[in-house]
C-alpha cells in the first residue's frame, strides 16, 4: 500500500515516512499543495493508496499580521481533498486543539463548538471543512502540543536552554493541554487507516498538564534536575497570538475506533529525551579515548 507524503520533511512528515515504509514523501520545493494542478499531477503519476497531509504553515505568531497561512492551512486542503476524492483516493489531514476557544472544563471532545481565539485556528478549521464538506474518504485527526526529534518544539527549547547553562526559567502554567508526541501520532494515523476510519478524530498521548509540569518533566527526565522552573502566567509572555487556556482534547472516539489509549505522555516524554540525547551524541561524539 503505498502512500503519498505531502509537508514529508516536516515534523510529522518525517515520522509519517518511518510509520509508512515505501511511502513517497514530497514538500516545498518541490511540491507545493497550493498549486491544485501540480498535486493533480502527482497523484495521476503516483496513483497513491492513500495520502497523508502534514504539509501545513505552522507559523502561529505571524499569522495575526499575514495572511499567507490561509493558502495552505484553509485553502489546499479544499483543493487537496476535492483531488483526492476524484482520484478515489482516501486522505489523512491533520488539524489543531486551536480550534476551541480554550474556555472548557473537560476534554473538547469532536462534536464540541469551535471558536478559535487565533488567525491560525481559524485558518485549520477551515481547513477542517474544506475536508469535511469534499466528501472525500478518509479522516481529519486534530492533535496538540506536538513535540518530536524533527523539528523545533517545546520540550527541544526547554532542555536547549538548560544545556546552554541557564539555572532558572520563567514556564506558563495557566495553560492546559495534552501533549503528543510525534511518533505516536503518526502511528495513530495508521491505525486511522486501517480501520478505514472516517471523519473527524483527536488524538494526543494521555494526561492533561501544563507548559509549566510539561517541562520540569522533561528537566527531570534529562537529569537537569538543578535547573529551577518558575510557574507564570500567559499575561507575563505576551504574544501575537492567544492561546486557549484549556485545550485538552477527549480522545475516546480514537480509542473506541482503534482499541487502544494513547500512552500516558510522560512515557512519551521519556522515549524522545532518550531518542534526542542519543541523537545529539551522534551529533556530536566525545573526545574520550
Ligand atoms: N506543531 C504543533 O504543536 C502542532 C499542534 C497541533 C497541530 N499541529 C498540526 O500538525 C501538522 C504537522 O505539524 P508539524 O509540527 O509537523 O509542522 P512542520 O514541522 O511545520 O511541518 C510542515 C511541513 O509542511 C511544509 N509546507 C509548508 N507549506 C507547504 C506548502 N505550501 N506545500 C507543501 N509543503 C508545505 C513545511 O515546509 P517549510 O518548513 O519549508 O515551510 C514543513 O516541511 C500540521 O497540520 C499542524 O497544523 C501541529
Not at 489546499?76 to 482520484?87: E, F, I, N, P, Y
Not at 473506541?256 to 512515557?267: C, H, I, K, L
Amino acid at each position: 500500500m503505498r502512500a503519498l507524503i505531502l509537508g514529508s520533511r516536516g515534523m510529522l512528515g518525517r515520522e509519517l515516512a518511518a510509520e509508512f515504509p515505501g511511502a513517497l514523501g514530497l514538500d516545498l520545493p518541490d511540491l507545493d499543495i497550493r498549486d491544485e494542478a501540480a498535486v493533480r499531477a502527482v497523484l495521476a503519476a503516483e496513483r497513491p493508496a492513500l495520502v497523508l497531509n502534514a504539509a501545513a504553515d505552522t507559523r502561529v505568531d505571524l499569522a495575526e499580521s499575514d495572511g499567507a497561512h490561509l493558502a495552505v492551512n484553509d485553502a489546499a486542503v479544499g483543493t487537496l481533498a476535492a483531488a483526492c476524492r476524484d482520484g478515489g483516493i482516501p486522505l489523512a489531514h491533520v488539524s489543531t486543539d486551536y480550534v476551541f476557544s480554550g474556555r472548557g472544563t473537560r476534554p473538547w471532545r469532536e462534536d464540541d463548538p469551535v471558536d478559535p481565539v487565533n488567525a491560525y485556528g481559524r485558518g485549520k478549521l477551515g481547513g477542517e471543512r474544506r475536508f469535511l464538506e469534499s466528501g472525500v474518504k478518509g479522516f481529519v485527526v486534530r492533535t496538540s502540543w506536538l513535540f518530536g526529534n524533527h523539528g523545533p518544539n517545546f520540550v527541544d527549547a526547554i532542555l536547549k536552554q538548560a544545556e546552554a547553562g541557564k539555572s532558572e526559567l520563567n514556564v506558563v502554567a495557566d495553560q492546559e493541554g495534552r501533549p503528543t508526541y510525534a511518533p505516536d501520532l503518526a502511528r495513530a494515523i495508521r491505525l486511522l487507516f486501517e480501520k478505514e476510519a472516517s471523519g473527524l478524530f483527536h488524538f494526543a498521548n494521555s494526561g492533561v498538564t501544563t507548559w509549566y509540569t510539561f517541562a520540569r518533566e522533561a528537566l527531570r527526565l534529562a537529569l537537569f534536575e538543578g535547573v529551577v522552573v518558575r510557574p507564570c502566567t500567559t499575561a507575563d509572555f505576551p504574544r501575537p497570538a492567544r492561546r486557549p487556556a484549556y485545550s485538552a482534547l477527549d480522545t475516546s472516539l480514537y480509542e473506541r475506533t482503534v482499541g487502544e489509549r494513547p500512552r500516558p505522555y510522560v512515557e512519551a516524554l521519556e522515549a524522545y529525551v532518550a531518542a534526542r540525547a542519543a541523537r545529539l551524541s551522534r551529533i556530536a561524539p566525545t573526545t574520550a579515548a
